[in-house]
């Protein structure tokens, strides 16, 4: 028995050994190559660029801060608000020389100080402002800094927990209350009154910080209104972007936000300042609160080839002498292939946008790519 498995064993290792010249060039033949497929998308075929935009609100202001009039050396001492806080009218957001600063709604940039006896827009300003917060004061007095507009100004500086400032002798100084008589004129310095041309309450989106030198430098912004997002742009690309173009903001998070462009700022190339441009949320859509304050990506289209269309490597399209274009879908077992015409409607980048015109072809199916 050991002798036939023996033999047995031989001729199986002799056959494996020695094969027949057809045999060798089958072996040496190399696997017949798999075709390169590509699955087929829809959507619409369209240039874009992505950058990151900082969340903020739809209009903003900043002002530089200034120091009570008179002072060498002026100095943040105090802060009311941080990024993120709400401001009412007549609110404080911060003090200069321990001196406060109340934000009030205006167009008009306070140019003087006001006490009483004064007459003028800016006055309708802070009137606008006491109102706003809750003082009274009559209409007979509009315009005109008279008693009620007095009284007002004197309980919105007891509220700040501040002095109000009285001129005597020729001069303006802080005055407790109690030493305050009717002779007093009350002042309200141009340097307390920070105007903003936004809608009340405005969120503050900076500030300097306590110590902080008011050398010209030192400012606070703040804005209101809805969300909204500013990208900045290297030039070639803002160039080629206009008011109206959409976007994807948060483009890769669960909850992207359709947005346009609504305005574009050149920035100042010689100076280093680059352009940007002001994305708001379209159809319907808001940009979350929870973004306020960060960058989201968003991916803005340059240029919109073709739109809700079929989407395929322009490698997987063959175009014969006729003029006629087609495409090879695959089979989904996988070893066939259909012949589909197409009609194709613009490429860009390697891919096309394409229509079926004879046979049947769909978002999902795999095509031979050549």
Do not use: C, K
Request: proline letters at 6%; hydrophobic letters at 45%; glycine letters at 10%.
């Amino acid at each position: 028995m050991l002798g036939i498995l023996a033999v047995f064993g031989a001729g199986w290792l002799l056959a494996s050994i020695v094969q027949s010249p057809s045999q060798r060039a089958a072996a040496a033949t190399a696997p017949s190559p798999l075709p390169v497929v590509a699955e087929v998308q829809y959507g619409d075929l369209a240039d874009e660029t992505t950058a990151e935009a900082a969340i903020t609100r739809q209009s903003s202001v900043t002002h530089v801060l200034r120091g009570p009039a008179g002072s060498a050396n002026a100095f943040v001492t105090a802060l009311s608000v941080e990024p993120g806080s709400s401001v009412g009218p007549m609110e404080t957001l911060a003090a200069a020389n321990d001196r406060p600063i109340f934000a009030i709604r205006g167009a008009v940039p306070a140019y003087r100080d006001l006490t009483e006896g004064d007459h003028g827009s800016d006055v309708i300003q802070l009137q606008e402002a006491l109102r706003l917060a809750g003082y009274v004061i009559p209409d007979g007095e509009w315009g005109d800094f008279g008693a009620a507009t007095r009284s007002a100004v004197l309980q919105a500086y007891d509220a700040a927990r501040f002095w109000p400032m009285t001129r005597r002798d020729g001069g303006d100084v802080p005055t407790r209350p109690t030493d305050i008589t009717a002779e007093d004129l009350i002042v309200v310095p141009s340097t307390e009154i920070l105007t903003f041309d936004l809608t009340f309450p405005i969120t503050i989106d900076s500030t300097p910080a306590i110590g902080d030198s008011l050398d010209g430098e030192s400012s606070i912004t703040a804005s209101s209104g809805d969300l909204a997002a500013v990208a900045t742009l290297p030039d070639g690309m803002l160039a080629r972007v206009q008011v109206g173009s959409a976007g994807v903001l948060g483009a890769y998070t669960p909850t992207p936000v359709a947005v346009e462009v609504v305005s574009i700022d050149d920035g100042d190339p010689d100076n280093g300042v680059a352009g940007s441009v002001l994305l708001e949320a379209t159809d319907g859509a808001t940009i979350s609160e929870d973004w306020y304050g960060t960058e989201v990506v968003v991916a803005i289209t340059i240029e919109t080839v073709a739109s809700n269309s079929l989407i395929v490597p322009v490698r997987a399209i063959s175009t014969d002498a006729m003029g006629t274009s087609t495409v090879q879908r695959v089979a989904t077992s996988g070893d066939l292939t259909t012949s589909v015409e197409v009609s194709v409607t613009g490429e860009l980048s390697g891919l096309a946008a394409i229509q079926p015109v004879a046979g049947s072809l769909e978002a999902g199916d795999r095509v031979v790519v050549e």
